[in-house]
């Protein structure tokens, strides 16, 4: 499910995406460009420029130019099942980096064969053997644990010195093939394990943020339980009780229980404001709790955040629907922007008082539209305001709500 949430997101526009989606995108093309960078400038360019004008090594280097290639094109299109399989996402194909594996060992063998015919300069030949290494290596530096990885490079250090000590038995070119080997494998093992690890430390932290958002709004609905409990549940008990006694005393044909009925009667009623007032205080946000509640929140979030204007005066309708509105901008901010700045500011004239609530991030569907907002008209419009929201500029979403001051004078 998560693989297929992440192939999704890979078809939405830049802006659209939040900071950890952004990151892997520009993870993911630069180990693209890597791959064919190194392979460029370290078997291309030197391959071209002294690769000997005969046909064994004409052809030789031609095979070893193709095969090049096939190792980038076969590295970019295994980096995401990679990935996915390093985050956890997917699991990867037990064959998945076979041919990969069969292309690295085609290459060595060519540039081996190229190095005894004499094809080249030994130094392209060096350095063809690590621009054959680095793009598996970025595969199975994060398939394998670091210490398999370092070891099997290390092997594969000792195998291939002793292999072109063959064509070019002198210490230095030995020592250089072992050591452009070693380089290779630990630049492969660092440009991946940085950049995966920096990706699953981000995709961690919003995680952690969207379960925040759900144990919070399961905390809200626990206490609503809990206050709902305590009004009925002790009620109910009297009633019943209550209840119970009239249909005893009427059996016996005794007046008092009329009496105990029209304390039953009471109770309900009593009952029935009680729930109204714990319906009341969940549904009613403080507008002044709101503001400054979106400041603390938005800034431990990393968010600057500018809060101007003061909520005194108001009607506490319309101090509740504005603080609906600021509650749910902060949340659509926080888990569906990718916002640096934020700004609330609430003005007052003659006639109306206006709330604005704009931010700097990406606009999502989910804060230009959604049942977050339409539940939020549905409040404004219960005290006659009403609530527009959308793109202001290139990079910035805008919430307004306006209400018009003459509930302050329906409601006084």
Same mark, same amino acid.
């Given at each position: 499910?998560?693989?297929?949430?992440?192939? +999704?997101?890979?078809?939405?526009?830049?802006?659209?995406?939040?900071?950890?989606?952004?990151?892997?995108?520009?993870?993911?093309?630069?180990?693209?460009?890597?791959?064919?960078f190194?392979?460029?400038?370290? #078997?291309?360019?030197?391959?071209?420029?002294?690769?000997a004008?005969?046909?064994?090594?004409?052809?030789?280097?031609g095979?070893?130019?193709?095969?090049?290639?096939?190792q980038?094109?076969?590295?970019?299109?295994?980096?995401?099942?990679?990935?996915?399989h390093?985050?956890?996402?997917?699991?990867l194909?037990? %064959?998945?980096? %076979?041919?990969?594996?069969?292309?690295l060992?085609?290459?060595?063998?060519l540039?081996?064969?190229?190095?005894?015919?004499? +094809?080249?300069?030994?130094?392209?030949?060096?350095?063809?053997?690590?621009?054959?290494?680095?793009?598996?290596?970025l595969?199975?530096?994060?398939?394998?644990?670091v210490?398999?990885?370092?070891?099997?490079?290390?092997?594969?250090a000792?195998? #291939?010195?002793?292999?072109?000590?063959?064509s070019?038995?002198?210490?230095?070119?030995?020592?250089?093939? +072992?050591?452009?080997?070693?380089?290779?494998?630990?630049?492969?093992?660092l440009?991946?394990?940085?950049?995966?690890?920096?990706?699953?430390?981000?995709?961690?932290a919003?995680?952690?943020?969207?379960?925040?958002?759900?144990?919070?709004?399961?905390?809200?609905?626990?206490?609503? +339980?809990?206050?709902?409990?305590?009004?009925?549940?002790?009620?109910?008990?009297?009633?019943?009780l209550?209840?119970?006694?009239?249909v005893?005393?009427?059996?016996?044909?005794?007046?008092?229980?009329?009496?105990?009925?029209?304390?039953?009667?009471?109770?309900?009623?009593?009952t029935?404001?009680?729930? %109204?007032?714990?319906?009341?205080?969940?549904?009613?946000? *403080?507008?002044?709790?709101?503001?400054?509640?979106?400041?603390?929140?938005?800034?431990?979030?990393?968010?600057?955040?500018?809060?101007?204007?003061?909520?005194?005066?108001?009607?506490?309708?319309?101090?509740?629907?504005?603080?609906?509105v600021?509650?749910?901008?902060?949340?659509?901010?926080?888990?569906?922007? *990718?916002?640096?700045?934020?700004?609330?500011?609430?003005e007052? *004239?003659e006639?109306?008082?206006?709330?604005?609530?704009?931010?700097?991030?990406?606009?999502?569907?989910?804060?230009?539209?959604?049942?977050?907002?339409?539940?939020?008209?549905?409040?404004?419009?219960?005290?006659?305001g009403?609530?527009?929201?959308?793109?202001?500029?290139?990079?910035?979403?805008?919430?307004?709500?306006?209400?018009?001051?003459?509930?302050?004078?329906?409601?006084?």
């Amino acid at each position: 499910m998560v693989g297929g949430r992440v192939r +999704g997101w890979q078809r939405r526009h830049w802006r659209e995406r939040s900071k950890a989606e952004r990151v892997e995108l520009q993870t993911v093309l630069t180990w693209y460009v890597t791959t064919w960078f190194f392979s460029l400038c370290w #078997l291309a360019l030197p391959l071209v420029g002294g690769l000997a004008h005969r046909p064994g090594p004409m052809a030789v280097g031609g095979l070893l130019l193709l095969l090049g290639a096939l190792q980038c094109a076969e590295a970019n299109r295994l980096t995401r099942a990679v990935l996915d399989h390093y985050l956890d996402r997917a699991p990867l194909p037990p %064959r998945a980096l %076979r041919p990969m594996a069969t292309l690295l060992a085609l290459a060595l063998a060519l540039t081996l064969a190229l190095a005894a015919l004499g +094809g080249t300069e030994p130094a392209a030949v060096r350095l063809a053997v690590g621009a054959t290494l680095l793009p598996a290596g970025l595969l199975y530096g994060l398939v394998w644990p670091v210490r398999v990885f370092l070891r099997r490079s290390a092997v594969l250090a000792v195998v #291939l010195m002793a292999a072109f000590a063959w064509s070019d038995p002198e210490l230095p070119s030995i020592v250089m093939v +072992g050591a452009l080997t070693v380089f290779g494998a630990l630049f492969s093992l660092l440009a991946c394990r940085c950049g995966a690890w920096t990706l699953s430390v981000l995709w961690e932290a919003e995680r952690r943020r969207e379960v925040e958002a759900r144990l919070a709004v399961a905390e809200e609905r626990l206490r609503f +339980g809990r206050d709902l409990h305590d009004v009925m549940g002790r009620n109910l008990a009297v009633i019943a009780l209550k209840s119970e006694l009239a249909v005893q005393l009427a059996r016996r044909g005794r007046p008092e229980a009329v009496e105990q009925m029209i304390e039953v009667q009471r109770i309900a009623r009593e009952t029935q404001r009680e729930v %109204r007032d714990v319906v009341r205080g969940y549904r009613e946000a *403080d507008l002044g709790a709101e503001l400054a509640g979106a400041r603390g929140v938005l800034t431990a979030a990393g968010i600057e955040c500018e809060v101007r204007g003061e909520a005194g005066g108001l009607a506490p309708e319309v101090q509740s629907a504005l603080g609906w509105v600021v509650r749910e901008a902060t949340t659509n901010v926080l888990r569906h922007g *990718d916002a640096a700045r934020c700004e609330v500011v609430l003005e007052e *004239d003659e006639e109306r008082v206006v709330l604005t609530v704009q931010n700097d991030g990406a606009r999502t569907p989910a804060a230009s539209g959604g049942s977050g907002l339409a539940g939020l008209r549905e409040r404004l419009s219960a005290v006659g305001g009403t609530l527009e929201a959308g793109s202001a500029d290139k990079d910035v979403f805008r919430l307004v709500a306006e209400v018009p001051l003459g509930v302050r004078e329906i409601t006084a």
